[in-house]
């Protein structure tokens, strides 16, 4: 079994910055794709940002240029360091990752729980 724990929301104004954290553990063979991902109040879950195993980035239209993404391959961790927040960032931030758990098993998808970012103008 796969675990996720995110951590770093919380309350920031305009213009300000957080950074969120994710750490993987449990059963992990390989990672492949980890990501943020953050749903809005009324609105769709969106990606935020996501990163492969080569190093691919990949970010969404509305924080690219404000938004990084990093892994840390030995520690399973994938960070965001999100800077000049808006109010339009406020969310819950969702930790994905694709991996697989041993030779046994297919690549599958975890899910973190989730944590609140509120950016107050």
């Known amino acids: 079994q796969v675990q996720l724990v995110e951590s770093g929301g919380g309350l920031a104004q305009a213009g300000g910055s957080l950074r969120l954290s994710c750490e993987a553990s449990?059963?992990?063979?390989?990672?492949?794709?980890m990501a943020w991902y953050r749903r809005a109040p009324g609105k769709a879950r969106e990606l935020a940002a996501s990163?492969?195993?080569?190093?691919?980035?990949k970010y969404g239209d509305s924080v690219r240029g404000r938004f990084t993404i990093s892994r840390d391959n030995a520690k399973n961790t994938v960070d965001l360091q999100m800077n000049d927040l808006t109010p339009e960032d406020t969310a819950v931030y969702y930790c994905?990752?694709?991996?697989?758990?041993?030779?046994?098993?297919?690549?599958?998808?975890?899910w973190g729980q989730g944590t609140q970012v509120t950016v107050s103008s």
């Open positions: 994905n990752i694709n991996v697989r758990p041993s030779v046994s098993s297919t690549w599958i998808n975890v």
């Open positions: 449990g059963s992990i063979l390989a990672i492949h794709t």
């Open positions: 990163i492969d195993s080569s190093g691919q980035m």
